[in-house]
Nanobody
């Protein structure tokens, strides 16, 4: 059973940066693809970014390309989401997830394990 714990959320102003962390309970990155999703009040959970189990491939939703970067540290069993130039529309609860499927997935249904989420609030 993989356990994921997110941290690093907070209240920031538009244009600021934040780095989210997702600590895994075991050696996850050689086994699972890792993804970040977010969910704003009244909206469905949406894909943000993903990194392949090899770390060789990354994928981003269009709205965060050029502003967010996903990366992983195998030695620390931690995945990061570096966020720059934050906008009020980035406000949401951010979730880390792990997927055991073959192809790097972007839909929440393909992810097996989830963290509890961390709140990111961007004020204008």
């Amino acid at each position: 059973q993989v356990q994921l714990v997110e941290s690093g959320g907070g209240l920031v102003q538009a244009g600021d940066s934040l780095r989210l962390s997702c600590a895994a309970s075991e050696r996850t990155f050689s086994t699972y693809h890792m993804g970040w999703f977010r969910q704003a009040p009244g909206k469905e959970r949406e894909f943000v970014a993903a990194i392949s189990r090899s770390g060789g491939s990354t994928y981003y939703t269009t709205s965060v390309k050029g502003r967010f970067t996903i990366s992983g540290d195998n030695a620390k069993n931690t995945v990061y989401l570096q966020m720059h130039s934050l906008k009020p529309e980035d406000t949401a609860v951010y979730y880390c997830a792990a997927s055991g499927v073959v192809v790097l997935p972007t839909t929440p249904q393909k992810y097996n394990y989830w963290g509890q989420g961390t709140q990111v609030t961007v004020s204008s």
